[in-house]
């Protein structure tokens, strides 16, 4: 690897302490982009369009301040982003891993700095994170992503094969022929721009339809990689309703990829519209994802109670249960059942919930009013069945924003839907196991769920760590011992999961970068032959 490109480190994480000059930066922004109302259109080639239909992006946690206004982007405009993608991929193509990398880096220094709080501040009132949560999300792991992906990509590059006497042989990492279709989740600004900028740094061209109620942040990530030096074309930005951009992106003959992250029922729909079209493809498109998660956390009667009570509060609630990785099930052994309750309910206790502006709040609001209604649904239910006990929380509140309180339900029942079913909020099930059924409950955890993102075993015996991790090897792609199921640090450790979680293709490693990169083999021999008889032949 070039010596211009050292070995990446992780971006350090803000404390915003009082008194702290990021706080008080941070809180400024916050002001400005509360007052002001911003139209966010597509941009494809370069150029900003203003469809005059637009949705309203608003504050989760205050859901009568509208943000900005994002102006939908029709058949007519996906057209003309893939054309413009297209056109732009000779260029963009030609340009030396060097020239690319560039770009990307210059884009994480900017972010570092001047552009920081601007996406911190968007995504607090956007996507309703409080200022932890954005600091490690839109400034943290989108610099990382940034940064890391360049090392990543120059690794690929020295990957090169062995050449023989009289022959040179090398491996050269293309970009697929077409555009990639990113497709992104409201849930995590880095996500969002490093599904778009991953395959661009290989050298391919993209097409972007980022999450309605990420819009904001989102298109902040396009004006800052536009400040970086990105050529129009490379990455086109069209926000949209999701099934028309999908339709005309996954009918286009020129279609190379996917990359996406979101629901297993969208992405098993957009596998099946290309699944249909294959044969129209110029070439097969390379499908990556990452999907749902019904992610556990598994305790051993060995286990330190405190450690398990602060690994359930902080894997389940942080971010309202919004992560891909949350915790939502939990098996807990009787003995020591009585001590994480107890421990939980205090804590829990004092979680301040509200307004993410305010920086004593642990939780804001879910995304909007489809997650709330999905999610109240699921605590309705639980008010009225008499086989679930809810030791905390249990009802939301929308008069102002879409709180859903740090919710903690105890089942009698393992395979009840709420230990099954992706309810993708603040809602934390819990089975209370015989400590004798500790083998029968990690085949339990195994099968219970179709998915298989993320999860956590407890324990304090090295040999009850070493059997569960063995028994749950397929049941999680990123697997924690002692810790919390979610918070995966890009270059520390990649991120997916496989079953019904996703393609498990590694966001944040070498691993996802290979799949948007198509290798030609070239062989040159010095001296050919002249003569096709061999040496055997000779009498």
Aim: hydrophobic share 45%; aromatic share 10%.
């Amino acid at each position: 690897m070039s010596n211009k490109y050292p070995n990446a480190i992780n971006e350090p994480i803000f404390s915003y302490l009082a008194g702290s000059p990021e706080r008080a930066a941070l809180k400024a922004e916050l002001e400005a982009q509360r007052a002001a109302v911003r139209e966010i259109p597509a941009i494809v080639g370069g150029q900003r369009l203003f469809s005059g239909v637009t949705v309203p992006v608003t504050a989760p946690h205050e859901h009568q301040l509208v943000l900005g206004k994002v102006h939908q982007a029709d058949s007519a405009v996906v057209q003309q982003a893939i054309d413009a993608a297209l056109a732009a991929q000779p260029q963009w193509s030609s340009w030396t891993l060097e020239q690319r990398a560039a770009v990307f880096l210059k884009a994480a220094d900017l972010l570092a700095g001047p552009w920081r709080q601007r996406l911190n501040a968007a995504t607090m009132l956007g996507q309703s994170k409080t200022a932890y949560q954005a600091e490690i999300d839109s400034a943290c792991e989108l610099i990382d992503f940034l940064r890391f992906n360049v090392q990543f990509a120059y690794e690929i590059a020295a990957q090169q094969p062995l050449s023989a006497a009289g022959i040179r042989n090398r491996l050269e990492y293309r970009p697929l022929e077409g555009f990639v279709y990113a497709v992104t989740p409201f849930n995590f600004t880095a996500i969002g721009g490093n599904l778009a900028v991953a395959p661009a740094l290989m050298g391919n061209v993209v097409l972007w339809k980022p999450a309605a109620t990420a819009a904001l942040s989102n298109y902040l990530i396009m004006e800052l990689l536009e400040e970086a030096g990105l050529p129009p074309g490379v990455i086109n930005f069209v926000p949209g309703d999701a099934q028309a951009v999908s339709a005309a992106a996954l009918n286009h003959p020129s279609l190379a990829g996917v990359h996406f992250t979101g629901s297993t029922a969208v992405f098993d729909t957009m596998w099946g519209q290309v699944g249909s079209n294959v044969s129209k493809f110029r070439s097969y498109p390379r499908l990556v994802g990452e999907t749902g998660g019904k992610d556990f956390v598994l305790a051993h009667a060995s286990a330190d109670a405190a450690a398990v009570a602060t690994g359930l509060l902080r894997g389940a609630f942080e971010y309202q249960g919004q992560k891909c990785s949350a915790a939502s099930r939990a098996y807990v052994p009787a003995s020591l059942w009585p001590a994480v309750k107890e421990r939980l309910l205090q804590d829990i206790a004092t979680i301040r919930m509200g307004d993410v502006a305010d920086f004593s709040t642990f939780m804001g609001a879910v995304i909007d009013r489809r997650a709330y209604d999905r999610i109240e649904g699921y605590l309705a239910k639980a008010r009225d069945d008499q086989s679930v006990t809810i030791h905390a929380g249990g009802r939301g509140d929308d008069s102002i924003g879409y709180f859903i309180p740090p919710t903690l339900i105890e089942v009698q029942d393992p395979h009840h839907p709420l230990m099954e079913n992706e309810i993708f909020g603040p809602v934390l099930s819990v089975y209370v196991y015989a400590d004798a059924e500790w083998d029968a409950t990690l085949k339990l955890v195994d099968s219970t769920s179709p998915y298989a993102l993320t999860g956590a075993v407890f324990a304090t015996e090295r040999a009850a760590l070493e059997q569960a991790s063995y028994a749950l090897r397929n049941a999680a792609g990123n697997f924690y011992v002692n810790d919390k199921p979610t918070g995966a640090v890009v270059g520390q450790q990649p991120f997916g999961g496989a079953r019904r979680s996703g393609t498990n293709d590694k966001a944040g490693s070498a691993l996802n970068l290979q799949r948007w990169v198509s290798p030609r083999t070239v062989k040159e021999t010095s001296v050919p032959p002249r003569e096709y008889a061999y040496a055997y032949m000779s009498n």
